[in-house]
């Protein structure tokens, strides 16, 4: 009789822990959710929400089970985590521009740097799709241009400090629209070294030079889907 007690116990232990595990999965999912849809997808071309919802659609998705479903979900805990982090350290409430993106995402460029199947958010070159998209583009939330560079410097910069911290590496430091991958990660070891590059197009935005150039020669404007 003990024997079963203890079994029973063992099992109500078990289904509790999994239920306490769900909800704070949960809960990750809900929050990135929330996050991704508040932030307005704009970058140097205009506005680009459209693109993620016709992927989304050719997936018989919904936006979020779409683009927050689509990464690996053991690194939704560490992403949530790093993104609560951002806004009590610097103030600034961060934001998703994208995470998981398949082959099905059209990019605004084409060429061959922005094929989408090269892309570690999802691309079928890199990653097994769905499922297993590694990379998110993390931003500040903003109102107007201004506002979203001066915002993004803060948030890029402090990620640049404080991304392995979390399990998470800015890849292309602050050069490419926040673009974070794990930390030892695929990508990680693919562009190794990357963040420690300088801007290709004089677009660091913290030093804020030559950004009034063009508005398209904004960081984030000119964000490949790597
Ligand atoms: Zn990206």
Not at 166 to 188: Q, S
Request: hydrophobic share 35%; with cysteine.
């Amino acid at each position: 009789m003990k024997l079963t007690r203890l079994l029973w116990l063992i099992a109500a232990f078990m289904v509790a822990f999994t239920h306490a595990a769900l909800a704070g999965e949960d809960a990750d999912f809900q929050h990135l959710c929330r996050v991704f849809l508040l932030t307005p997808k704009v970058d140097g071309y205009g506005d680009f929400f459209e693109k993620d919802i016709i992927a989304a659609e050719k997936m018989g998705m919904e936006l979020c089970e779409y683009s927050i479903g689509g990464l690996i979900a053991k690194n939704r805990p560490s992403l949530a985590e790093m993104l609560r982090a951002v806004e009590e350290e610097t103030g600034v409430e961060p934001g998703i521009t994208a995470c998981f993106r398949d082959d099905k995402y059209r990019p605004r460029a084409e060429g061959k740097a922005n094929d989408p199947r090269d892309s570690f958010h999802g691309g079928t070159n890199v990653t097994k799709g769905y499922g297993d998209g590694e990379a998110c583009d993390i931003v500040g939330l903003a109102h107007n241009r201004r506002e979203r560079d001066e915002r993004n410097a803060v948030v890029w910069a402090w990620l640049r400090k404080n991304d392995e911290r979390f399990g998470w590496k800015l890849i292309y430091g602050e050069c490419d629209g926040g673009h974070v991958a794990p930390l030892k990660g695929r990508e990680y070891y693919a562009k190794f070294g990357a963040w420690n590059r300088p801007c290709k197009h004089g677009t660091r935005i913290a030093k804020g030079k030559r950004r009034s150039a063009r508005f398209a020669s904004l960081p984030g404007a000119r964000h490949a889907p790597h």
